[in-house]
């Protein structure tokens, strides 16, 4: 099956400066790499995304690298405010045809500090 | 409706109990899934079902029971359990009905979890 692996598992930066974080995958159908943000005690929410056929994408603050041939794919945090504090996932999807399979990655706790 | 809704948002529940969590969505999704989230850990998947029939069981104990009465409800039925399943349960949803546009928040969306503890 499926394994994700994720670096760092606690990464602090000051307010202003960037953080990225960075994942591996194992399964070349994998085809989908989302992010997800999860804050103490709440559901992880989807931050950005990006599909196998796509090299990178970004969405203000936020940008997501993918290598398809190394299987890695990085999320890029510019700029970073205190209420990026979370914990990350990363996680890669393989379509099995009738449903998803989602594999998180081990999780990075991001500390932004004034 | 874009929201996946999971009820208790909290149960306490004695190792002899029998208890049900509750997930609904009606965003047309086919597939449903159930996720156990340690603290400190990353979601795991429990069991997927697709089209109302259980597709995937990651080798779950026989202690976790899912069920799927339609395509908008999934259960997940809890009886004697140990200390060691407290954890947070997230269900999800995703594939839109065909014709529908796939876009990343089609792809997985969770509920807002039922936080379990086992006593």
């Known amino acids: 099956g499926e394994n994700v692996e994720q670096h760092p598992s606690t990464l602090s930066v000051q307010e202003g400066d960037s953080a990225v974080i960075k994942c591996t995958y194992s399964d070349s159908a994998s085809n989908y790499f989302p992010w997800y943000k999860q804050e103490l005690g709440k559901r992880p929410q989807l931050i950005i995304d990006?599909?196998?056929?796509?090299g990178e994408k970004k969405d203000q603050r936020i940008a997501v690298t993918l290598n398809k041939t190394a299987k890695h794919f990085s999320l890029h945090i510019t700029e970073t405010q205190p209420e990026d504090s979370a914990v990350y996932f990363c996680?890669?999807?393989?379509?099995?045809?009738?449903?998803?399979?989602?594999?998180f990655g081990t999780g990075t706790r991001l500390q932004v500090t004034l | 409706d874009t929201e996946v809704t999971q009820t208790p948002k909290h149960l306490v529940m004695g190792m002899t109990n029998k208890k049900s969590l509750k997930c609904e969505q009606h965003?047309?999704?086919?597939?449903m899934y159930w996720y156990k989230q340690k603290a400190k850990k990353p979601p795991e998947l429990m069991f997927v079902?697709?089209?109302?029939?259980?597709?995937i069981n990651e080798s779950v104990p026989s202690r976790f029971s899912p069920e799927c009465p339609n395509s908008s409800l999934l259960n997940l039925h809890l009886h004697a359990l140990q200390p060691e399943d407290s954890a947070l349960y997230l269900c999800?949803?995703?594939?839109?009905?065909?014709?529908?546009?796939?876009?990343?928040?089609?792809?997985?969306?969770f509920g807002a979890g039922s936080r379990l503890t086992v006593l």
């Open positions: 990006i599909r196998s056929n796509v």
């Open positions: 965003m047309g999704h086919r597939a």
């Open positions: 079902y697709s089209y109302e029939k259980l597709s």
């Open positions: 996680a890669a999807l393989r379509d099995t045809g009738t449903a998803s399979k989602l594999t």
């Open positions: 999800a949803s995703s594939r839109p009905k065909p014709g529908q546009v796939v876009s990343g928040a089609n792809v997985l969306t």
